[in-house]
């Protein structure tokens, strides 16, 4: 209380007045509620039972139906698309950090012919959204055995997500000193083992930013995977939610449990992580 | 002689492992960005149906586009859905941000509530809001009759005429907390002493943000709306697929969705690919004329 007190002499201090405060407060509460409610009302339907999720809109659920989720889990099987959604990211991840890590050190630290227009590729693929040319890409991976894949479409997620991440860490190899890999040099460390032994340990933090932005973007995709991914067995997580939506259209209570199960572990993650990922986005648009 | 042979030395002094380094992004860059991108570039100077020889037809797929009502249709919902989306993105999230860094308590767990909508995925985002719309017992349906306003309750999704903006609100909702958090950490480096100084000038609230927060902000309103453009023209197939497919009748068709149609319902391999492009292209324009008007009024400010 005495923190809150100091807080708001401070306030006081800086010339604002405690009815700013209040309009100010006010117009947050609205964009919270804005923000929050409809996914306060997706938990609470998901315990409701069917019936009650029409004629209970609004209030909350009268007893808990723990059985939505167990029958969703079996209905949607929520399992396998799980499996597939990690198969998908996690390939895509480990293949983007692989390709992207020696390709942003060798564009930022060193003297190779044709460097300038390797970045100027880089920066111009940046421009491109994959979006536009789907249809080549559907083709080149049909041509390539990789329709019905998750191999298939995890690398193209992670050449599509390369750009960017080239870019990204070209940033923080370029904010290390160089002195520090002079000195390894010295030392008789080739490129290889500088960018292994040195490098490494200290640009982690652009390899987990580059992660994080792969994550969201991999995790949630649902445009490359209607594409390619045709076999309803092999259908990541959006896929799978949709075509639940579509087939079970009026089992309301089951599809808010699904809706639940897949949204709630993507929220817990990012309100632990929140911290390291505003900052990395902010850092990175900020700056730019 | 000697010292430009020197310098060429030095200066490809680490091609070897530049080239072994550059090799595994640059084999997927090349065989899943680059080759695409050209060969849809050369598919779209065909018509193909996808298994047969295409035909080569010079620009004609481009030219039947200009003719094409469905298309044409497509790009002024895609037009409706770029200027709506970059004004009420930008001024919501420019006064969100204002909020938040006058909030003095609270701040940090409000800016995460609000960026909550950023992770999820559109079809999740699609899903719900889709019984936030559903006419007969949806959320907002059912928060206007609690407000007693069931004279405005509307059927959102299935009304051709209004189909188009629910759309646009969900989007809005899904990336307030992103435009929000970018436009916070701009106001955030803005020197306090420069309010200071027009307050001492005697400026008012209005003028400081006009005079001050506004031309210091220009930089990072520039990152949003260049975020907020490529994303309402072409990262919008997820959000019109999941909530209307297009419909009702086109209504809410956006030149992706009726790319993916024209291609894998029609067999138009490539007419589809020349809209890609096509949309590619007007992205880009618009892109450099957008710069080129905002250093402008930069200047003006």
Same mark, same amino acid.
């Given at each position: 209380m005495t923190a809150l007190a100091r807080r708001l002499l401070r306030a006081r201090i800086a010339g604002r007045s405690l009815g700013e405060l209040a309009l100010v407060y006010g117009l947050l509460a609205v964009v919270l509620i804005e923000t929050l409610y409809p996914l306060i009302w997706v938990l609470s339907g998901s315990l409701k039972t069917k019936e009650e999720v029409i004629a209970n809109v609004? %209030?909350?659920?009268? %007893?808990?139906?723990?059985?939505n989720y167990t029958e969703a889990w079996r209905v949607a099987g929520m399992g396998e698309r799980i499996l597939n959604s990690v198969i998908v990211t996690g390939t895509a991840l480990a293949i983007l950090v692989v390709a992207a890590t020696p390709a942003a050190y060798a564009v930022s630290r060193l003297a190779f012919r044709g460097r300038t227009v390797v970045l100027a590729v880089v920066v111009a693929a940046m421009l491109v959204p994959p979006q536009v040319m789907a249809i080549p890409l559907f083709m080149t991976a049909r041509d390539l055995g990789l329709i019905n894949s998750r191999i298939g479409v995890a690398l193209i997620h992670a050449a599509s997500n390369l750009p960017l991440s080239v870019f990204i860490l070209r940033s923080f190899f370029l904010s290390l000193p160089i002195d520090l890999e002079d000195a390894a040099r010295v030392d008789g460390a080739g490129r290889f083992q500088s960018l292994w032994l040195i490098m490494l340990p200290l640009i982690r933090p652009g390899i987990a930013l580059v992660m994080i932005f792969g994550f969201i973007e991999i995790w949630n995709d649902f445009f490359l995977a209607f594409l390619l991914l045709r076999d309803p067995a092999l259908q990541t997580i959006p896929l799978g939610l949709v075509a639940f939506f579509q087939q079970y259209g009026s089992m309301w209570n089951l599809y808010f449990a699904a809706l639940t199960i897949t949204t709630l572990p993507v929220i817990v993650v990012f309100v632990l992580m929140q911290r390291q990922f505003i900052a990395g986005l902010t850092a990175g648009a900020v700056k730019a | 002689m000697a010292g430009s042979a020197f310098f060429r030395v030095r200066r490809d002094s680490d091609g070897l492992a530049a080239m072994l380094m550059l090799a595994p992004a640059a084999l997927l860059f090349g065989l899943f960005v680059l080759w695409p991108f050209f060969r849809g570039l050369w598919l779209s100077l065909t018509r193909w149906d996808g298994f047969s020889a295409p035909i080569f037809i010079g620009a004609g797929n481009y030219l039947k586009l200009f003719r094409d009502g469905l298309f044409l249709g497509a790009l002024e919902n895609n037009a409706i859905f770029v200027v709506l989306i970059l004004i009420f993105k930008n001024a919501l999230g420019l006064g969100l941000a204002i909020l938040l860094d006058r909030a003095l308590f609270l701040r940090g767990p409000i800016r995460a509530a609000v960026f909550?909508?950023?992770?999820?995925s559109f079809a999740a985002t699609g899903l719900l809001w889709s019984w936030i719309y !559903?006419?007969?017992?949806?959320l907002l349906n059912a928060a206007l009759d609690l407000f007693g306003?069931?004279?405005?309750? $509307?059927s959102w999704l299935g009304d051709a005429d209004i189909a188009l903006y629910s759309i646009v609100v969900v989007d809005i909702w899904k990336w307030l907390g992103f435009h929000a958090v970018i436009y916070l950490a701009g106001l955030q480096t803005i020197p306090h002493e420069l309010y200071e100084a027009a307050k001492i000038d005697g400026a008012g609230a209005w003028t400081r943000f006009r005079h001050v927060t506004l031309p210091m902000m220009m930089p990072v309103v520039l990152i949003n709306v260049i975020l907020g453009l490529s994303g309402a023209f072409v990262r919008n197939f997820d959000i019109v697929q999941v909530l209307t497919q297009g419909g009702p009748n086109h209504a809410t068709e956006v030149v992706m969705t009726l790319m993916v149609k024209t291609a894998f $319902?029609?067999? !138009?391999m490539g007419y589809a690919s020349a809209m890609g492009y096509a949309l590619f292209l007007i992205v880009a324009l618009t892109c450099v004329l957008l710069l080129g008007l905002m250093r402008r009024t930069k200047v003006a400010l």
């Open positions: 609004w %209030g909350l659920p009268s %007893g808990f139906v723990w059985q | 909550i909508p950023v992770t999820l !559903n006419p007969i017992f949806g306003l069931s004279g405005l309750k $509307q $319902q029609d067999g !138009n």
